[in-house]
């Protein structure tokens, strides 16, 4: 059977105020509940997807009337069988396989059956491995066979979204009135070499903020790739860890030894604006004040990058690797902008891989040193103003190095003895026996940065345990985890904050035709280690529990859900800002036949002090239908909900009522077109002001195609 692949109905869209009666008539329910019948929907690996070696995530879903039993769901990886360590919950079936497969092509297979006992077609599709941190095309060891014949596939969507506001209350919302995106992911082959292409356009792009707009082409060989556009490249986790650059990326692979290399801009220029600074304006003075009593709002310098990385071995076995990275700012790219850096890191990582199919061990290990000036906007200092401000004898004069690095009086100082910028983590994961173990030790001093991976949490040392683990044949699924780390590596702070937490996360399932009852509970403290002004004592307590059940009755198909999550927070030291947060679901949907779909919500939040007011609650009811035709080209659903929010101490009563009419139908085979239509009022009930009425429609073609 043909796998369908997973597609969000995406964006909002505006509409002229000629479809205002339309759509008004057409919405009269809830967001339509849109259920594929009787098909398989394959979230990941998409068919013909690339992943990473070693972060294979396989979650597809059952869109038939009934459950799959899971005692009877069997997933194959090319010829291996994994079905004993699968997840089925409800129609749902996910896999995590941490293990190395290979580089290169492989193939899923999904047979199973649900709860009736019925055999539901089969599912088989393909997908691609490519070394982790590498590229989104296949290897280039396993690039095409010799004389393999010449194909081509492409895969998109093309977006449209129209929005009209009506109302004084209109200026509220900060959208344009109309959107458009385009996504193109192809590839196309022969002999040795691939050639991939990634594209996404929109018309949000503006020259004012950093890109929207990605695009990206390829050419893999035999030992041998080369990117040019939005790369992503993954070197090492504390240095470059998927920041986008735009620019070149290329690697080559020969015998157990990888170079890969990446050059380009993480950041474009963006003018800010110069504002003066009024002290007796009643505002704080801002972190970035100049001399002349100036700051600058927004604006940005163009930030280029350049990281290399040579690593030894295989990920399936030992890998050493060592790398190398240098951004900095260009001053003269905008006439205003946030301060301007300089940056300079180099690391190494290990990594050592055990496997077994009963015991399988991974060890990783990495470290990185950082060297950054903060503000390059005066320049290098020289040897004479170095010595003369810190009253020492320096080595070598600064002015002379400023193509490698611009040091100055606001240069991090590498104090290696100390660690104040120095990072490293140690991480084991061990499965042993139907657990799945890890622990991982982390530091980052406060003073290390990486402009390749600009928000890693600095200021950090801690560790992690947990555990996954099934008992008594997987009825019983648990995770504990527990987690501890403090700042103020350096007592640059008034006082030392640590952190713990605790969670864990429960659930049972003793049939496929029982229950499911899930139950979570997570802890979390933050406590300053000394009495100081400023300081911190949190405490944090979240309590979740569900119901999930189905059943048949009277010749439908009933399905029952019931959650409830609770939320306290505590401060001891400044009581008053406490919170209890109370959230509740009840949802119910029925199937009178494989093609129809009917379902009915209730939710219920509020926000309240420990022995205070109610500061915030929300009622929402909402109920929602849709139609599958037995062709399976096409679907239709209808919906409506209504919130009302009751005025509380901290805001006015309002209410909003939604409708909503969304559909698909298979033009020809590989082409699908899909809408969505909806109608949106607000009215806020103390100020008139901020009502508004909303109207939109959005339009989505899906193609497929190949050869």
Same mark, same amino acid.
């Given at each position: 059977?043909?796998p ?5 109905t995406?964006l909002n869209?505006r509409q002229?105020k000629t479809?205002h009666r339309?759509?008004? =008539?057409?919405?009269?329910?809830l967001?339509?509940?849109?259920a594929a019948q009787?098909?398989w929907?394959?979230?990941s690996?998409?068919?013909?997807g690339?992943v990473?070696d070693?972060?294979l ?6 869109e ?7 005692r009877?769901?069997?997933l194959v ?7 004993n360590?699968l997840?089925?919950q409800?129609?749902?079936?996910t ?8 580089e290169?092509?492989h193939?899923?297979?999904?047979l199973?059956r649900d ?7 089969p ?5 691609k ?6 590229r989104?095309?296949s290897?280039p060891q396993?690039?095409a066979a010799p004389g393999?014949?010449?194909y081509?596939q492409?895969?998109g969507?093309l977006?449209s979204r129209f929005?009209? =506001?009506?109302?004084p ?9 109309r959107?458009l995106n385009?996504?193109v992911e192809?590839e196309?082959?022969a002999?040795?070499w691939e050639f991939?292409l ?13 890109p929207?707009n990605r695009?990206?082409?390829g050419?893999?060989?035999?030992f041998l ?6 790369n992503n490249p ?7 860890n ?6 070149l990326q290329a690697g080559?692979?020969?015998a157990?030894?990888h170079?890969?290399?990446?050059h ?7 003018q ?9 304006a009643?505002l704080?003075?801002p972190?970035?004040?100049?001399? $002349?009593?100036?700051f600058?709002?927004?604006g ?8 290399a990385r ?13 790398t190398?990275l ?14 301007p850096?300089d940056?300079?890191?180099v690391?190494g ?6 496997p077994g ?5 991974v060890?990783?290990s990495?470290?990185?040193l950082?060297?950054t000036?903060r503000?390059?906007?005066?320049g ?7 010595d003369?401000l810190f009253g020492v004898?320096?080595p070598?004069?600064?002015?002379d ?9 606001t ?7 100390k660690?104040s ?9 061990w499965?042993l026996a139907g ?5 991982e030790?982390r ?6 940065r ?5 928000f ?5 040392r801690g ?7 099934h ?5 019983l699924q648990a995770r504990v ?6 700042d103020n ?12 937490r605790?969670?864990?996360r429960?659930?049972l399932?003793?049939s496929?035709?029982?229950p499911?009852?899930?139950l979570?509970v997570?802890?979390q ?5 000394e ?5 911190? $004592?949190?405490?944090l307590w ?10 048949r ?8 859900q019931?959650t409830y ?9 400044r ?5 209890r947060t109370?959230?509740?679901m009840v949802?119910v949907?029925q199937?009178p036949?494989?093609?129809?779909l009917?379902s ?9 002090r420990p022995?205070g ?6 009622l929402?009811?909402?109920?929602g239908?849709?139609h ?5 080209k096409?679907?239709i659903g209808v919906g409506?909900?209504?919130v009302r929010?009751?005025?509380?101490s ?5 209410n909003r009522i939604q409708?909503q009419?969304?559909?698909?139908w ?8 899909h809408?969505?239509?909806g109608y ?10 901020n009502?508004?009425?909303e109207l939109y429609?959005v339009?989505?073609?899906s193609?497929?195609l190949?050869?």
């Open positions: 059977m043909k369908r692949s997973h597609l969000c995406g869209s002229p479809w339309l759509l008004v =008539l057409l919405g009269l329910f967001p339509a509940l849109l009787g098909s929907l394959i979230y690996p998409a068919e013909n690339t990473a070693g972060e995530v396989i979650s597809l879903r059952w038939g009337s009934h459950e799959l039993d899971p009877r769901t069997f990886l090319d010829k291996t069988n994994l079905s360590r997840r089925v409800g129609k749902t079936i896999l995590f396989h941490p293990d190395p497969v290979g290169g092509r193939r899923l297979t999904v199973a709860v009736r006992g019925t055999k539901l077609p599912v088989q599709w393909s997908f491995v490519k070394r982790k941190g590498a989104q095309a290897s396993q690039a393999r014949e010449p081509w492409l895969t969507t977006d929005e009209s =506001l009506d109302g209350g209109a200026g509220i919302r900060q959208e344009p009135n959107t385009w996504q192809g196309a082959g002999g040795k991939p990634r594209l996404w356009l929109t018309s949000d792009e503006s020259g004012a903020a950093q929207r695009f990206r082409v050419a893999v060989g035999p790739e080369a990117y040019f556009g939005d993954v070197f090492q986790e504390l240095m470059l998927g920041n986008r650059v735009r620019g080559l692979h020969l157990g030894i170079l890969e290399v990446v380009g801009e993480v950041q474009r220029a963006v800010g604006q110069v504002l003066p600074f009024r002290p007796g009643g704080q003075p972190p970035n004040l100049q001399r $002349d009593s100036t600058v709002v927004g940005a310098f163009r930030r280029r990058l350049s990281a040579l690593s030894f071995g295989s990920r399936q076995t030992a890998r050493l690797g060592l190398a240098k951004a900095r700012d260009d001053t003269s790219s905008a006439r205003a902008g946030q301060t850096m940056n300079v890191v690391g990582d290990l990594t050592l891989n055990i199919e009963k015991n399988h061990l060890w990783e990495a470290a990185a950082s060297l000036t503000d390059i906007s005066t290098a200092s020289s040897k004479a103003e170095i003369s004898d320096f070598f004069d600064p002015q190095y400023a193509s490698i690095i611009i040091l100055n009086t240069t991090f100082p590498v104090e290696i003895q660690g910028s120095l990072a490293y983590y140690t991480r084991l994961n499965r657990h799945a173990l890890e622990g030790y530091y980052v001093g406060p003073a290390y990486s402009l390749g991976n600009p890693l949490r600095t200021d950090r560790y992690v345990l947990s555990d996954r683990f008992l008594a044949g997987r009825k985890s527990w987690e501890q780390f403090r590596q350096r007592n640059t702070q008034l006082s030392t904050r640590r952190t713990d605790l969670f864990t429960f659930q399932s003793l496929p035709r029982a499911r009852i899930l979570g997570r802890w403290r933050r406590k300053s280690l009495e100081r002004p400023g300081d911190t $004592d949190e405490t979240h309590w979740t529990g569900g119901l999930f059940y189905q059943t009755l009277a010749g439908w198909n009933h399905q029952f019931l999550n609770f939320n306290d927070r505590k401060d001891r030291i009581p008053q800002s406490g919170t109370h959230h509740l949802g949907s199937n036949t494989p093609a129809w009917s009915l919500t209730f939710q219920w939040l509020q926000v309240n022995s007011p109610t500061l915030f609650r929300q929402t009811l909402g109920v239908l849709s599958r035709w037995p062709s399976r096409g679907t409506g909900q209504y929010t009751p005025a509380s901290l805001l006015p009563g309002g409708f009419l969304q559909g698909s298979q033009i020809i085979q590989g082409v699908q077109f809408w969505n239509a949106n009022r607000y009215r806020d009930e103390a100020s008139p002001e009502r508004f009425s429609i339009l989505r073609q193609y497929a190949f050869r």
